[in-house]
């Protein structure tokens, strides 16, 4: 019989927007284990987006499952997984009854925009008719973005919803909570938690309390029984009460967007990371203290690492569209055949012919704020190609990142000299030089793509003593490091082209 392995071993959930990934790391960061499983989106009419909650529970029981069989093939014993960690898209809402632990409603993912009429009416009931009118306590705009706007109009259109809240059954939470309820038991004693990154992101709780704030509570219309306990980003919140894992405590929580933070370690105030998924999102470390952007940004928390630590503040920049936009050529457009195709057709071309894609499916988030914007191409002529419209996507992507890094200089007071990067589309070299050409700063990209992933993984294993200092603890590999190729003068001019492309998405949902 082969004599089991040693070696000690964190395990992440990392439950986002298009899959769900469970990942089992080493001590040194490396990954061990992995095993991922794509997730169905239901577009029940223009704008809408859905998630089944309980398919997203049952991605996560797979991946687990899997990655646990293929421990115990390469010789592990399950014992070495001395925690897991969670990190999940933010801002999706999940409904359940408290007494059945079944769902009331198909989960309504972030980019979801049906909200747009429910954010007027909530603006309107304000003294000064304003989108910020709560951002000095919770560091958010009104927007379709955020948890309390959705859970405001499944409360007006949902009438099982509003009879469960009425009835003190109704449970709240955002995607961490709804998988901590079910991996500590469900009906059965399960815990209702939100660690503190997830709760910044509902509109609900007060940045500098941390906790639920009564009079947001009373303006919205919510009782607060309904609502998960907020809990810190590493500490323990229960075990896994079944499967392969049972007895395994988790032991640290982010939002997906926080958990790249740690993943970088971005500890220091003023350092910044740009994470390329379905959208993208780029968050500054702004230290200890809230601040409050006056160019577009989001007030949100960075990270809290245990009960007693300070909470550590981020100014984030949110982008709705970035890999969703080479989803939509894909499987909307039927131009290229996998996502990988786009690469390989924008290499093709050294431009984009003067084509500019700006991808505003669902609005324009940081820092424009726009729900009245939608997608639009512009600069067509005859000579366009769907080499062109590829790369036009990739630098569309690229473009609203420097949209956002411009707004984090300007509310930071000085220029950021370089940018650490993750997510799918840090994949391609083009789309990663391109982003250099159009930023004119360093673009840092880690050799270990799971940025996301190691965050939570960290984040578990600093609470449970595997890792003692998260200062401390460096990979192995050196990032690579892209420059730009193009002068200031070019690189100004294309922004001021793609600016003017912008302008034309605006105003068209009525």
Same mark, same amino acid.
Request: glycine letters at 8%.
């Given at each position: 019989?082969?004599?089991?392995? #040693? ?5 992440? @959930?990392?439950?986002?927007?298009? *899959?769900?990934?469970? @990942? ?17 989106? +239901? ?15 049952? %991605? ?9 069989? /293929? ?27 408290? #007494? ?19 954010? &007027?009416? $909530? ?30 109009? $499944? ?71 309904? $609502?998960?306990?907020?809990?810190? %980003? !590493? ?23 926080? &958990? ?7 500890? #220091? ?23 409050? %952007? ?20 981020? $100014? ?12 939509? =050529? ?33 609005? =324009? ?7 009245? !914007? ?5 600069? =067509? ?7 062109? =419209? ?19 200089? /300007? ?16 994949? *391609? ?17 880690? +050799? ?38 193009? &002068? ?8 001021? #082209? ?8 605006? /105003?068209?949902?009525?």
């Amino acid at each position: 019989m082969k004599p089991k392995l #040693q070696q000690t071993l964190i395990g992440a @959930i990392d439950q986002g927007t298009s *899959s769900t990934r469970f @990942i089992v790391f080493n001590e040194s960061g490396g990954i061990v284990a992995m095993h991922q499983v794509e997730l169905d989106q +239901i577009y029940p009419k223009a704008g809408w987006c859905e998630h089944d909650p309980m398919v997203i529970w049952n %991605s996560v029981t797979t991946c687990m499952e899997n990655v646990a069989a /293929a421990l115990r093939r390469m010789g592990h014993s399950i014992e070495n997984v001395k925690a897991v960690g969670i990190t999940n898209q933010r801002e999706t809402t999940v409904v359940w009854d408290n #007494q059945t632990g079944k769902p009331l409603h198909n989960a309504i993912v972030w980019l979801d925009s049906r909200t747009k009429h429910t954010v &007027a009416d $909530l603006v309107g009931q304000t003294p000064t008719k304003s989108n910020r009118y709560l951002q000095e306590k919770c560091g958010l705009p009104f927007s379709t973005y955020f948890s309390g706007v959705k859970l405001r109009w $499944l409360l007006d259109n949902v009438p099982a919803v509003r009879q469960a809240h009425d009835e003190q059954r109704l449970a709240f939470g955002t995607v961490d909570s709804w998988l901590i309820y079910n991996l500590t038991g469900g009906i059965n004693g399960g815990r209702h938690v939100s660690d503190v990154t997830n709760a910044s992101r509902t509109m609900l709780m007060n940045i500098n309390s941390l906790q639920w704030d009564t009079e947001i509570l009373e303006f919205f219309g919510f009782g607060k029984h309904m $609502l998960p306990e907020i809990v810190s %980003s !590493a500490e323990v919140y229960g075990v896994i009460a079944d499967g392969a894992l049972a007895g395994i405590e988790i032991a640290g929580c982010l939002g997906d967007q926080q &958990a790249a933070v740690v993943g970088h370690r971005c500890f #220091q105030a003023g350092e910044a990371k740009n994470t390329y998924g379905t959208g993208c999102f780029m968050l500054f470390n702004t230290g200890d203290k809230p601040v409050i %952007s006056s160019h577009g940004l989001l007030t949100t928390v960075g990270y809290k690492l245990g009960k007693d630590a300070p909470a550590i503040y981020a $100014l984030e920049g949110s982008v709705a569209i970035a890999g969703a936009a080479v989803k939509w =050529l894909r499987d909307n457009m039927k131009l290229i055949q996998s996502a990988s195709e786009i690469n390989d057709l924008a290499a093709k071309v050294p431009d984009t012919g003067g084509v500019y894609f700006v991808p505003a499916f669902s609005g =324009l988030f940081a820092p424009h704020w726009r729900d009245d !914007a939608r997608g639009c191409i512009v600069g =067509l002529t005859q000579f366009a190609t769907r080499e062109h =419209l590829c790369r036009a996507t990739l630098e569309a992507v690229c473009f609203q990142s420097k949209e956002i890094l411009h707004a984090m200089n /300007a509310d930071a007071g000085f220029d950021l000299t370089t940018l650490k990067v993750d997510g799918g589309m840090t994949n *391609s070299d083009l789309a990663m030089q391109i982003q250099a050409d159009l930023v004119g700063i360093e673009v840092v990209r880690p +050799i270990m793509r799971e940025t996301t992933a190691l965050g939570a993984a960290l984040a578990a294993g600093y609470t449970v003593g595997v890792w003692k200092d998260l200062a401390d603890f460096h990979p192995e590999e050196k990032p690579e490091i892209f420059v730009s190729k193009i &002068a200031n003068d070019e690189r100004e001019a294309r922004f001021s #082209q793609w600016q003017r492309a912008v302008e034309k998405s605006f /105003a068209w949902a009525i």
